[in-house]
């Protein structure tokens, strides 16, 4: 049976490594809020894991987990996550472009939702 970061490398999906019950791992998350995609950061086989779409979720939460996100703080993310700094011509709160960053990560591991 491959492990959980054989199998994040190999497919390249958070969503294939959050769910063990197909993958056979030993812990089952249900990642529905970002103390959830946090907690799943925290479990053995991803902190060991080197895949792009495991970093990428880590960069994400370290900017989203701040106490008082800055404005660049979040510029990079914005372009990675595809998420949109203007609407109608006009820029969008700060707020909004977080909570569609949070969205986004959270969707990140069921691909059915984004």
């Not at 199998?7 to 999906?13: P, W, Y």
């Not at 769910?19 to 998350?29: A, V």
């Not at 895949?51 to 880590?58: G, L």
């Not at 404005?71 to 109608?88: G, S, Y």
Request: charged residues 25%; positive net charge.
């Amino acid at each position: 049976m491959r492990s959980s970061a054989e199998i994040l490398n190999a497919t390249g999906s958070a969503e294939q490594l959050a769910n063990p019950i197909r993958n056979g791992n030993q812990h089952h998350f249900h990642i529905a809020c970002m103390s959830d995609v946090q907690r799943w950061l925290t479990e053995e086989h991803v902190v060991k894991c080197s895949n792009v779409d495991a970093q990428r979720i880590r960069q994400a939460m370290a900017v989203l987990s701040q106490q008082r996100v800055k404005q660049q703080d979040m510029r990079p993310l914005l372009h990675e996550w595809q998420v949109r700094q203007k609407r109608d011509k006009k820029d969008r709160q700060l707020s909004e472009m977080i909570q569609e960053c949070q969205s986004k990560v959270v969707n990140s591991f069921n691909p059915k939702t984004i």
